[in-house]
């Protein structure tokens, strides 16, 4: 059973920069078959994709976002990270990561998700 | 961006009834090469993370059972609970994977 879980730190200062980390359990991160994503929740603005890493570190990022997003990934250590430079209260959210599915070669949708951690900007 | 408009906001259901959840998108979201809709739709209990149900628009998810069904018709999008469950309270999203940026719907929350 595939297992992702976020890591990292729940209170960030404004301008700084947001990164966590999710690491995958149960399974292989450099798998041809799926792409790892991050997306984040806001009571305000809802599910709003952030990117996606495939195991050979091509991404996609939300136009939105690309400016202050890097997704990376580490294969050595099954885990794949986001970073988000210059951050605002607007980017307090609940961050997810999870797992985007290939099927006869076409990214299809978000088949396994971690439990989804809160990172709150404040001084 | 492809905006998804999901409808009711909320819903109350007597258990057993039938659930049935709208979501419009803004443009087609047709993969012509497969004749399908990339269209997803996730179930989001309290304090869960969203669970995949259905995808390509009518693909049940394995393990998903079958009184959830999806339904196109063009840009109009259906996910319907057969008979309800108390385990089926949750908020339901719709999301497009046809074209980046991917989008979700606002969210339909599904009450007893």
């Known amino acids: 059973q595939l297992h992702l879980q976020e890591s990292g730190p729940g209170l960030v200062k404004p301008s700084e920069t947001l990164s966590l980390t999710c690491t995958v359990a149960?399974?292989?991160?450099?798998?041809?078959?799926?792409?790892w994503g991050w997306i984040r929740q806001t009571p305000g603005k809802g599910l709003v994709w952030i990117g996606s890493?495939?195991?050979?570190?091509?991404?996609a990022y939300n136009p939105s976002l690309e400016s202050r997003v890097t997704i990376s990934v580490d294969t050595s250590k099954n885990h794949f990270s986001l970073r988000l430079t210059s951050v605002t209260a607007a980017d307090t959210a609940v961050y997810y990561c999870?797992?985007?599915?290939?099927?006869?070669?076409?990214?299809?949708?978000?088949?396994?998700w971690g439990q989804g951690t809160l990172v709150t900007v404040s001084s | 961006d492809i905006v998804l408009t999901q409808s009711p906001d909320s819903l109350a259901v007597s258990l057993g009834e039938r659930a049935t959840i709208n979501c419009k998108s803004s443009q087609s979201v047709l993969y012509s090469f497969y004749n399908k809709n990339c269209l997803a739709w996730y179930q989001q209990k309290p304090g869960q993370s969203p669970k995949l149900l259905i995808y390509w628009a009518t693909v049940r998810e394995s393990g998903v059972p079958d009184r959830f069904s999806g339904s196109e018709s063009a840009t109009d999008f259906t996910l319907t609970i057969s008979s309800l469950q108390a385990e089926d309270v949750a908020v339901y999203y719709c999301q497009q994977y046809y074209s980046s940026p991917l989008t979700f719907g606002g969210g339909t929350k599904v009450e007893i």
């Open positions: 999870a797992r985007r599915l290939i099927l006869d070669g076409t990214m299809v949708a978000f088949d396994y």
């Open positions: 149960g399974g292989f991160i450099d798998s041809s078959g799926f792409h």
């Open positions: 890493v495939d195991y050979s570190g091509t991404t």
